[in-house]
């Protein structure tokens, strides 16, 4: 990652690289310290690419196709030295300051990678994802897990999935939603979105598009095609006549409006959950079930163990208290078997099974302060991990949370 940031740094449109230190480091939930590189980077004062054009009303056409033209640039310098990014997205795309003619900048290299014609490992954010990537993604499962026989020439793409990258920012970027999506949410691609990506399906639906010049869509059109050799290429987009228009293309575009409604959305909803979680319940005449039986996610939140109600019995049954305590050993338990033996969840989804274990594991032990530690370390949502795991690390932490827990639970 810092090295391909390095060599691409140079350019006004990307992110510098001011220093890297190598250092040791040891965070909380680790047993030992870890070599680490810390990077410090340029201060990108003016905030991510949607959150900018959230904040401004009067977001229009050519600022749009200026924006794109400088995440053009950036990746034309990146593709002249053979770096595909592969992690083209709108928090990946900064600007500088809160000046209007503040510059674009790319960063976050994660995933970047040479491209000597053999980019096989699908790294991708989902709604920005080209179809060769999900195609070498559906090929590497099936090789792994045996269903066709590993191929001696393995599939893979190259850099022109940061154009169909590109192609998908363009047209949120004017009208604030994605050209694929799907009305199931889910942490992986739906069947149906993943259709309207392989097949290249999307609209340009009349309320929001028909204030949009033909110019601007035949861009995306043009960007959004599945198959990599119709596609733009770099020097295609940087010569269409939508980055080299004289008109003015000062047209107000809605996705301000619909970005910033989205993220007033989003925070009324962030607010009401918090109050919710927070609530107490004053009148003690009504009867509550024990917490561990109630499988209302609010209700788990609220922290009423102190709370006693008419008929004299705790929300946590003392009664149960050491059956509880067994049942939340037993669940931790649980997790490092799945760690350590995956094998025998054999016929389901590892990463699915091991989110089910860790949620039952979580449920019954909230309290645990390292346990709470080492699942945000671990970018855990609530209900599953958003990162890779390393599931040999999780597994020994896991273990020094049951010793805690049984130390904790002999000295009561």
């Known amino acids: 990652k810092v090295r391909l940031h390095m060599m691409c740094a140079t350019h006004p449109n990307i992110v510098q690289i001011i220093e890297v230190y190598a250092n040791s480091v040891q965070f909380p939930h680790e047993s030992s310290p870890r070599a680490r590189l810390l990077i410090v980077m340029e201060m990108m004062e003016g905030g991510e690419l949607f959150h900018r054009i959230s904040?401004?009303?009067?977001?229009?056409?050519?600022?749009?196709?200026?924006?794109?033209?400088?995440?053009?640039?950036?990746?034309?310098?990146?593709?002249?030295?053979?770096?595909?990014?592969?992690?083209?997205?709108?928090?990946?795309?900064?600007?500088?300051?809160?000046?209007?003619?503040?510059?674009?900048?790319?960063?976050?290299?994660?995933?970047?990678?040479?491209?000597?014609?053999?980019?096989?490992?699908?790294?991708?954010?989902?709604?920005?994802?080209?179809?060769?990537?999900?195609?070498?993604?559906?090929?590497?499962?099936?090789?792994?897990?045996?269903?066709?026989?590993?191929?001696?020439?393995?599939?893979?793409?190259?850099?022109?999935?940061?154009?169909?990258?590109?192609?998908?920012?363009?047209?949120?970027?004017?009208?604030?939603?994605?050209?694929?999506?799907?009305?199931?949410?889910?942490?992986?691609?739906?069947?149906?979105?993943?259709?309207?990506i392989m097949t290249g399906s999307f609209e340009f639906p009349e309320e929001e598009w028909s204030q949009i010049s033909e110019?601007?869509?035949?861009?995306?059109?043009?960007?959004?095609?599945?198959?990599?050799?119709?596609?733009?290429?770099?020097?295609?987009?940087?010569?269409?006549?939508?980055?080299?228009?004289?008109?003015?293309?000062?047209?107000?575009?809605p996705s301000a409006q619909l970005m910033m409604d989205k993220a007033m959305v989003a925070g009324i909803q962030q607010a009401h959950a918090e109050q919710l979680a927070n609530m107490r319940i004053q009148d003690l005449k009504v009867s509550l079930k024990p917490l561990h039986s109630v499988n209302n996610p609010i209700l788990r939140k609220r922290k009423l163990l102190g709370t006693k109600p008419k008929d004299g019995v705790y929300i946590h049954d003392p009664e149960n208290g050491s059956n509880d305590s067994n049942v939340a050993l037993e669940k931790l338990r649980d997790v490092i078997a799945q760690c350590i033996l995956p094998q025998a969840g054999k016929g389901e989804n590892e990463d699915e099974k091991l989110n089910e274990v860790m949620q039952e594991a979580w449920k019954y032990n909230r309290e645990c302060k390292l346990l709470r530690d080492t699942l945000q370390s671990f970018s855990w949502n609530g209900r599953g991990f958003t990162d890779k795991v390393d599931r040999l690390k999780l597994a020994e932490i896991v273990k020094q949370v049951i010793e805690e827990q049984t130390n904790s639970h002999d000295s009561q």
Not at 99 to 112: I, Q
Not at 217 to 226: A, C, F, G, W
């Open 215 to 253: 110019m601007a869509k035949d861009i995306v059109r043009k960007l959004l095609k599945v198959k990599p050799e119709e596609r733009l290429t770099i020097e295609g987009v940087l010569d269409h006549p939508w980055l080299n228009s004289t008109e003015a293309l000062d047209n107000i575009l």
């Open 55 to 196: 904040q401004h009303r009067h977001f229009t056409e050519k600022q749009a196709s200026q924006v794109t033209k400088q995440a053009t640039l950036a990746l034309q310098h990146c593709h002249s030295l053979n770096i595909a990014h592969r992690d083209l997205k709108p928090e990946n795309l900064l600007f500088k300051d809160n000046s209007l003619d503040a510059p674009v900048k790319l960063c976050d290299f994660g995933f970047a990678k040479v491209d000597q014609g053999d980019l096989m490992t699908p790294q991708f954010t989902p709604y920005y994802v080209a179809p060769q990537v999900l195609e070498a993604q559906r090929r590497h499962q099936k090789e792994k897990s045996g269903i066709i026989p590993t191929s001696p020439t393995p599939y893979t793409f190259n850099k022109s999935c940061d154009l169909w990258s590109l192609g998908v920012i363009i047209y949120v970027m004017l009208c604030g939603y994605p050209p694929f999506y799907s009305k199931h949410h889910s942490r992986t691609i739906p069947k149906d979105m993943r259709k309207k």
